[in-house]
Protein backbone atom coordinates (compact mmCIF):
# COMPACT_ATOMS: atom_id res chain seq x y z
CA UNK A 1 0.00 0.00 0.00
CA UNK A 2 1.33 3.86 -0.58
CA UNK A 3 1.53 6.07 1.91
CA UNK A 4 -1.08 8.18 -0.33
CA UNK A 5 -4.60 8.55 0.53
CA UNK A 6 -8.30 8.77 -1.13
CA UNK A 7 -11.76 8.98 -0.12
CA UNK A 8 -14.04 6.82 -0.73
CA UNK A 9 -17.90 6.30 -0.16
CA UNK A 10 -18.18 2.63 1.43
CA UNK A 11 -20.86 0.35 2.84
CA UNK A 12 -19.03 -0.36 6.05
CA UNK A 13 -21.78 -2.90 7.55
CA UNK A 14 -25.05 -4.41 6.19
CA UNK A 15 -27.92 -2.19 6.38
CA UNK A 16 -25.86 0.87 7.34
CA UNK A 17 -25.76 4.13 5.77
CA UNK A 18 -23.11 4.51 2.45
CA UNK A 19 -19.82 6.50 3.99
CA UNK A 20 -17.70 8.57 2.87
CA UNK A 21 -14.34 7.59 4.44
CA UNK A 22 -10.66 7.53 3.54
CA UNK A 23 -8.38 4.71 2.95
CA UNK A 24 -4.30 3.83 1.89
CA UNK A 25 -4.34 4.03 -2.02
CA UNK A 26 -4.08 0.96 -3.61
CA UNK A 27 -0.82 0.35 -5.21
CA UNK A 28 -1.23 -2.22 -8.05
CA UNK A 29 0.26 -5.65 -9.09
CA UNK A 30 0.32 -7.70 -11.71
CA UNK A 31 -2.22 -7.22 -14.46
CA UNK A 32 -4.34 -4.40 -12.11
CA UNK A 33 -4.66 -0.80 -13.29
CA UNK A 34 -5.07 2.17 -10.62
CA UNK A 35 -7.24 4.74 -12.29
CA UNK A 36 -8.08 8.16 -10.63
CA UNK A 37 -11.84 8.69 -10.62
CA UNK A 38 -12.95 11.55 -12.66
CA UNK A 39 -16.96 10.17 -12.14
CA UNK A 40 -19.09 7.59 -10.76
CA UNK A 41 -23.00 7.31 -11.49
CA UNK A 42 -25.10 5.94 -9.08
CA UNK A 43 -27.83 3.25 -9.96
CA UNK A 44 -30.78 1.61 -8.49
CA UNK A 45 -28.91 -1.74 -7.82
CA UNK A 46 -26.91 0.54 -5.57
CA UNK A 47 -29.89 0.73 -3.46
CA UNK A 48 -30.62 -3.04 -3.35
CA UNK A 49 -27.14 -3.26 -2.62
CA UNK A 50 -27.17 -1.20 0.22
CA UNK A 51 -30.55 -1.82 1.80
CA UNK A 52 -29.79 -6.06 1.72
CA UNK A 53 -29.80 -7.69 4.62
CA UNK A 54 -26.25 -9.41 5.81
CA UNK A 55 -26.70 -13.23 4.25
CA UNK A 56 -28.56 -11.52 1.20
CA UNK A 57 -25.88 -10.81 -1.47
CA UNK A 58 -22.48 -13.19 -1.60
CA UNK A 59 -20.46 -9.86 -1.30
CA UNK A 60 -18.44 -8.96 1.86
CA UNK A 61 -18.25 -5.76 3.75
CA UNK A 62 -16.90 -3.37 3.83
CA UNK A 63 -16.78 -2.20 0.64
CA UNK A 64 -16.58 1.05 -1.75
CA UNK A 65 -19.76 1.35 -3.67
CA UNK A 66 -19.87 2.78 -7.20
CA UNK A 67 -20.07 0.40 -10.89
CA UNK A 68 -20.54 3.00 -13.31
CA UNK A 69 -17.17 4.46 -13.41
CA UNK A 70 -14.74 6.85 -15.45
CA UNK A 71 -11.87 8.73 -14.99
CA UNK A 72 -7.64 8.81 -15.87
CA UNK A 73 -5.02 6.05 -15.80
CA UNK A 74 -3.06 6.60 -12.84
CA UNK A 75 -0.52 3.21 -12.58
CA UNK A 76 -0.21 0.32 -14.28
CA UNK A 77 0.78 -3.30 -12.28
CA UNK A 78 4.46 -4.64 -14.25
CA UNK A 79 2.11 -7.02 -16.79
CA UNK A 80 -0.84 -4.62 -17.12
CA UNK A 81 -2.28 -4.72 -20.50
CA UNK A 82 -4.66 -1.80 -22.27
CA UNK A 83 -4.57 1.74 -21.94
CA UNK A 84 -1.22 3.55 -21.13
CA UNK A 85 -0.92 5.88 -18.18
CA UNK A 86 -2.28 9.27 -18.41
CA UNK A 87 -5.38 7.51 -21.00
CA UNK A 88 -9.21 8.26 -19.93
CA UNK A 89 -11.19 5.41 -20.09
CA UNK A 90 -14.30 3.66 -18.81
CA UNK A 91 -14.69 0.87 -16.67
CA UNK A 92 -16.58 -2.30 -17.44
CA UNK A 93 -18.57 -2.76 -14.85
CA UNK A 94 -18.89 -6.90 -14.53
CA UNK A 95 -15.94 -8.55 -13.53
CA UNK A 96 -15.87 -11.63 -14.93
CA UNK A 97 -13.16 -14.84 -14.96
CA UNK A 98 -11.50 -13.47 -17.91
CA UNK A 99 -11.02 -17.25 -19.49
CA UNK A 100 -14.45 -19.01 -20.20
CA UNK A 101 -16.44 -18.64 -23.38
CA UNK A 102 -18.47 -16.15 -22.45
CA UNK A 103 -15.68 -13.76 -21.11
CA UNK A 104 -13.18 -14.53 -23.86
CA UNK A 105 -16.13 -12.96 -26.26
CA UNK A 106 -15.95 -9.71 -24.24
CA UNK A 107 -19.60 -10.87 -22.49
CA UNK A 108 -18.24 -11.12 -18.54
CA UNK A 109 -21.82 -10.05 -17.78
CA UNK A 110 -22.67 -13.20 -18.85
CA UNK A 111 -19.35 -15.03 -17.55
CA UNK A 112 -19.99 -18.82 -17.49
CA UNK A 113 -18.37 -19.33 -14.13
CA UNK A 114 -20.01 -16.55 -12.28
CA UNK A 115 -21.82 -18.29 -9.49
CA UNK A 116 -18.47 -19.85 -8.03
CA UNK A 117 -16.66 -16.16 -9.06
CA UNK A 118 -19.11 -13.89 -6.40
CA UNK A 119 -18.40 -16.76 -3.73
CA UNK A 120 -14.54 -16.82 -4.78
CA UNK A 121 -14.03 -13.20 -5.57
CA UNK A 122 -17.15 -11.69 -2.94
CA UNK A 123 -17.95 -9.61 -5.89
CA UNK A 124 -20.20 -9.38 -9.15
CA UNK A 125 -17.40 -6.29 -10.32
CA UNK A 126 -16.38 -2.79 -9.38
CA UNK A 127 -18.92 -1.66 -6.47
CA UNK A 128 -21.31 -4.80 -6.21
CA UNK A 129 -18.66 -6.74 -3.89
CA UNK A 130 -15.58 -5.35 -5.11
CA UNK A 131 -14.00 -1.95 -4.37
CA UNK A 132 -16.15 0.38 -6.77
CA UNK A 133 -15.62 3.90 -8.00
CA UNK A 134 -17.43 6.26 -6.00
CA UNK A 135 -14.08 7.26 -4.81
CA UNK A 136 -10.83 9.24 -5.48
CA UNK A 137 -9.33 6.21 -6.92
CA UNK A 138 -10.17 2.56 -7.68
CA UNK A 139 -7.71 -0.43 -8.88
CA UNK A 140 -9.51 -2.46 -12.01
CA UNK A 141 -8.37 -6.49 -11.94
CA UNK A 142 -7.37 -5.79 -16.03
CA UNK A 143 -6.79 -3.64 -18.33
CA UNK A 144 -8.96 -6.08 -20.48
CA UNK A 145 -12.11 -3.97 -18.51
CA UNK A 146 -10.68 0.00 -19.95
CA UNK A 147 -12.28 1.47 -22.86
CA UNK A 148 -11.02 4.46 -23.94
CA UNK A 149 -13.20 7.87 -24.26
CA UNK A 150 -10.86 10.15 -25.55
CA UNK A 151 -12.22 13.74 -24.38
CA UNK A 152 -15.32 12.59 -24.02
CA UNK A 153 -16.48 14.66 -20.59
CA UNK A 154 -16.25 12.05 -17.57
CA UNK A 155 -19.74 12.77 -15.98
CA UNK A 156 -21.43 11.85 -19.85
CA UNK A 157 -18.98 8.99 -19.84
CA UNK A 158 -19.52 7.07 -16.73
CA UNK A 159 -23.11 6.32 -17.26
CA UNK A 160 -22.65 4.84 -20.58
CA UNK A 161 -20.78 1.75 -18.89
CA UNK A 162 -24.29 1.11 -17.23
CA UNK A 163 -27.09 2.73 -18.14
CA UNK A 164 -25.83 3.51 -21.73
CA UNK A 165 -24.44 -0.02 -22.15
CA UNK A 166 -27.59 -2.01 -20.42
CA UNK A 167 -30.08 0.20 -22.35
CA UNK A 168 -27.83 -0.46 -25.58
CA UNK A 169 -27.70 -4.46 -24.83
CA UNK A 170 -31.61 -4.51 -24.24
CA UNK A 171 -32.09 -3.07 -27.59
CA UNK A 172 -29.33 -5.28 -29.18
CA UNK A 173 -31.37 -8.61 -27.88
CA UNK A 174 -34.45 -8.08 -30.20
CA UNK A 175 -34.07 -9.90 -33.46
CA UNK A 176 -36.94 -8.67 -35.42
CA UNK A 177 -35.92 -5.17 -37.38
CA UNK A 178 -36.88 -1.96 -35.56
CA UNK A 179 -37.40 -0.65 -38.89
CA UNK A 180 -40.03 1.65 -40.63
CA UNK A 181 -43.39 0.78 -39.63
CA UNK A 182 -41.95 -1.19 -36.39
CA UNK A 183 -43.26 0.50 -32.84
CA UNK A 184 -41.66 -0.31 -29.84
CA UNK A 185 -42.54 0.46 -26.08
CA UNK A 186 -40.53 1.79 -23.20
CA UNK A 187 -42.20 1.21 -19.56
CA UNK A 188 -39.86 3.72 -17.59
CA UNK A 189 -37.95 6.74 -18.74
CA UNK A 190 -35.25 6.97 -15.71
CA UNK A 191 -31.83 6.83 -16.34
CA UNK A 192 -31.62 3.46 -18.46
CA UNK A 193 -35.17 4.25 -19.94
CA UNK A 194 -34.18 7.96 -21.22
CA UNK A 195 -30.94 6.23 -22.59
CA UNK A 196 -32.95 3.68 -24.44
CA UNK A 197 -35.48 6.30 -26.14
CA UNK A 198 -32.14 7.88 -27.35
CA UNK A 199 -30.50 4.85 -28.23
CA UNK A 200 -33.30 3.64 -30.20
CA UNK A 201 -34.08 7.31 -31.97
CA UNK A 202 -29.97 7.00 -33.14
CA UNK A 203 -29.95 3.08 -34.13
CA UNK A 204 -33.72 2.64 -35.27
CA UNK A 205 -36.11 3.61 -37.29
CA UNK A 206 -38.69 2.33 -35.25
CA UNK A 207 -41.64 4.26 -33.53
CA UNK A 208 -40.68 5.20 -29.78
CA UNK A 209 -43.63 5.00 -27.39
CA UNK A 210 -42.91 5.36 -23.80
CA UNK A 211 -44.52 5.55 -20.45
CA UNK A 212 -43.48 6.81 -16.91
CA UNK A 213 -45.67 7.61 -13.47
CA UNK A 214 -43.93 11.05 -13.60
CA UNK A 215 -45.07 13.93 -15.33
CA UNK A 216 -41.42 15.17 -16.16
CA UNK A 217 -40.32 11.63 -17.12
CA UNK A 218 -42.75 12.13 -20.38
CA UNK A 219 -41.08 15.91 -20.39
CA UNK A 220 -36.89 14.02 -20.59
CA UNK A 221 -38.95 11.42 -23.35
CA UNK A 222 -39.99 13.82 -25.28
CA UNK A 223 -36.63 15.54 -25.00
CA UNK A 224 -34.90 12.23 -26.00
CA UNK A 225 -36.82 11.67 -29.16
CA UNK A 226 -40.10 9.83 -28.17
CA UNK A 227 -42.92 10.23 -30.95
CA UNK A 228 -45.34 10.02 -27.68
CA UNK A 229 -45.22 9.69 -24.15
CA UNK A 230 -47.81 9.27 -21.41
CA UNK A 231 -48.70 8.41 -17.78
CA UNK A 232 -50.45 4.90 -17.22
CA UNK A 233 -54.18 4.85 -17.25
CA UNK A 234 -56.93 2.46 -17.41
CA UNK A 235 -57.04 3.29 -21.01
CA UNK A 236 -53.15 3.23 -22.02
CA UNK A 237 -52.96 -0.34 -23.41
CA UNK A 238 -55.82 0.80 -26.24
CA UNK A 239 -54.09 3.88 -26.76
CA UNK A 240 -50.78 2.33 -27.62
CA UNK A 241 -52.28 -0.06 -29.72
CA UNK A 242 -53.83 2.47 -31.31
CA UNK A 243 -50.76 4.28 -32.04
CA UNK A 244 -48.84 0.81 -33.27
CA UNK A 245 -51.72 0.77 -36.37
CA UNK A 246 -53.40 -1.84 -34.07
CA UNK A 247 -50.62 -5.13 -34.66
CA UNK A 248 -49.05 -3.85 -31.52
CA UNK A 249 -45.32 -3.40 -30.36
CA UNK A 250 -43.01 -5.66 -31.83
CA UNK A 251 -41.05 -4.70 -28.89
CA UNK A 252 -41.78 -3.74 -25.40
CA UNK A 253 -38.90 -2.71 -23.04
CA UNK A 254 -39.63 -2.79 -19.27
CA UNK A 255 -37.11 -0.69 -17.00
CA UNK A 256 -39.40 -1.09 -14.22
CA UNK A 257 -40.37 -4.78 -14.14
CA UNK A 258 -43.22 -4.45 -11.80
CA UNK A 259 -46.45 -6.64 -11.79
CA UNK A 260 -48.29 -3.33 -13.37
CA UNK A 261 -45.44 -2.44 -15.76
CA UNK A 262 -44.82 -6.36 -16.94
CA UNK A 263 -49.03 -6.60 -17.84
CA UNK A 264 -49.39 -3.01 -19.68
CA UNK A 265 -46.36 -4.65 -21.72
CA UNK A 266 -48.01 -7.88 -22.10
CA UNK A 267 -51.29 -6.08 -23.14
CA UNK A 268 -49.51 -4.09 -25.94
CA UNK A 269 -46.77 -6.53 -27.43
CA UNK A 270 -47.90 -8.06 -30.92
CA UNK A 271 -47.73 -11.62 -31.59
CA UNK A 272 -44.36 -13.02 -32.30
CA UNK A 273 -42.69 -9.90 -30.20
CA UNK A 274 -40.04 -9.41 -27.90
CA UNK A 275 -40.60 -8.34 -24.21
CA UNK A 276 -37.13 -7.16 -22.77
CA UNK A 277 -37.60 -7.22 -19.02
CA UNK A 278 -34.64 -4.81 -17.98
CA UNK A 279 -36.04 -3.81 -14.47
CA UNK A 280 -36.28 -5.72 -11.16
CA UNK A 281 -39.38 -4.28 -9.50
CA UNK A 282 -40.34 -7.28 -8.32
CA UNK A 283 -43.01 -7.76 -10.40
CA UNK A 284 -43.78 -11.63 -11.74
CA UNK A 285 -45.51 -13.20 -14.73
CA UNK A 286 -47.03 -16.09 -15.73
CA UNK A 287 -46.01 -18.05 -18.31
CA UNK A 288 -48.44 -21.12 -19.66
CA UNK A 289 -50.38 -21.82 -22.72
CA UNK A 290 -53.09 -20.74 -23.47
CA UNK A 291 -52.57 -17.51 -21.41
CA UNK A 292 -52.14 -13.49 -21.57
CA UNK A 293 -49.20 -14.16 -23.38
CA UNK A 294 -49.61 -13.67 -27.45
CA UNK A 295 -48.29 -15.99 -29.21
CA UNK A 296 -44.81 -16.01 -30.89
CA UNK A 297 -43.44 -13.92 -28.07
CA UNK A 298 -40.11 -14.01 -26.76
CA UNK A 299 -38.93 -12.94 -22.98
CA UNK A 300 -35.50 -11.86 -22.50
CA UNK A 301 -34.15 -10.91 -19.28
CA UNK A 302 -30.94 -9.09 -20.31
CA UNK A 303 -28.26 -8.30 -17.83
CA UNK A 304 -25.71 -4.95 -18.61
CA UNK A 305 -23.83 -5.84 -21.50
CA UNK A 306 -20.67 -6.99 -23.00
CA UNK A 307 -17.47 -4.66 -23.90
CA UNK A 308 -17.68 -4.60 -27.43
CA UNK A 309 -21.18 -3.09 -27.12
CA UNK A 310 -19.27 -0.19 -24.41
CA UNK A 311 -17.15 0.38 -27.26
CA UNK A 312 -20.09 0.56 -29.53
CA UNK A 313 -21.83 3.00 -26.69
CA UNK A 314 -18.71 5.18 -26.13
CA UNK A 315 -18.91 5.67 -29.90
CA UNK A 316 -21.98 6.76 -30.15
CA UNK A 317 -21.64 9.50 -27.11
CA UNK A 318 -18.53 10.54 -28.66
CA UNK A 319 -20.02 11.45 -32.27
CA UNK A 320 -22.64 13.28 -30.13
CA UNK A 321 -25.56 10.50 -31.01
CA UNK A 322 -26.19 9.92 -27.43
CA UNK A 323 -26.28 12.45 -24.23
CA UNK A 324 -26.93 11.64 -20.98
CA UNK A 325 -29.15 13.77 -18.93
CA UNK A 326 -26.70 14.29 -15.85
CA UNK A 327 -27.63 15.43 -11.96
CA UNK A 328 -23.85 16.17 -10.64
CA UNK A 329 -22.62 16.12 -7.14
CA UNK A 330 -19.82 16.23 -4.80
CA UNK A 331 -18.42 12.96 -4.09
CA UNK A 332 -19.12 14.28 -0.70
CA UNK A 333 -22.86 14.73 -1.96
CA UNK A 334 -23.22 10.96 -2.56
CA UNK A 335 -25.69 10.50 0.67
CA UNK A 336 -27.91 13.32 -0.42
CA UNK A 337 -28.27 12.08 -4.15
CA UNK A 338 -28.95 8.65 -2.92
CA UNK A 339 -31.72 10.01 -1.55
CA UNK A 340 -32.94 11.42 -4.34
CA UNK A 341 -32.74 8.31 -6.43
CA UNK A 342 -34.74 6.59 -3.31
CA UNK A 343 -37.38 9.18 -3.60
CA UNK A 344 -37.58 8.69 -7.52
CA UNK A 345 -36.36 12.44 -7.66
CA UNK A 346 -33.43 12.42 -10.24
CA UNK A 347 -33.77 13.49 -13.57
CA UNK A 348 -32.08 10.88 -15.81
CA UNK A 349 -29.02 9.38 -14.10
CA UNK A 350 -27.07 10.89 -10.91
CA UNK A 351 -23.08 11.30 -11.01
CA UNK A 352 -20.53 12.27 -8.49
CA UNK A 353 -17.33 13.26 -8.98
CA UNK A 354 -14.74 13.28 -6.94
CA UNK A 355 -13.59 16.97 -6.94
CA UNK A 356 -11.49 17.95 -3.93
CA UNK A 357 -12.64 21.66 -4.98
CA UNK A 358 -16.40 21.00 -4.84
CA UNK A 359 -16.33 18.69 -2.00
C1 LIG B 1 -25.84 -4.83 -11.15
C2 LIG B 1 -25.70 -5.89 -10.27
C3 LIG B 1 -26.76 -6.74 -10.02
C4 LIG B 1 -27.97 -6.52 -10.64
C5 LIG B 1 -28.12 -5.49 -11.52
C6 LIG B 1 -27.05 -4.65 -11.78
C7 LIG B 1 -27.24 -3.54 -12.76
O1 LIG B 1 -27.20 -2.30 -12.13
C8 LIG B 1 -26.19 -3.60 -13.81
O2 LIG B 1 -26.65 -2.82 -14.87
ZN1 LIG C 1 -26.37 -0.55 -12.20
ZN1 LIG D 1 -15.83 -16.07 -17.30
Given at each position: MSTARARAVRLTRWGGPPVLTELPRPVPTGEEVLLRVEAAGLCRSDLHVID??????PYRVPFTLGHEVAGRVLERGPRAVGPAVGERVVVYG??????CAHCGAGAENYCDRRPDLDRE????GAGLGRDGGMADTVLVPSGRLLVPVGDLDAVQAAPLTDAGLTAYHAVATVGAPLADGASVVVLGVGGLGHLAVRILRATTTAQVLAVDVREEALTLADACGAHFATLPRPDTARVLRARTGGTGAVAVFDFVGSRASLELGVAVLRAGGDLVVVGSGGGELTVRKPGALPPGTRISLPFWGTVPELRRVVALAREGALRVEVERYPLSGAPEAFERLRAGAVRGRAVVVPDRASD
Open positions: AAAGGLPWGCGRLAGT
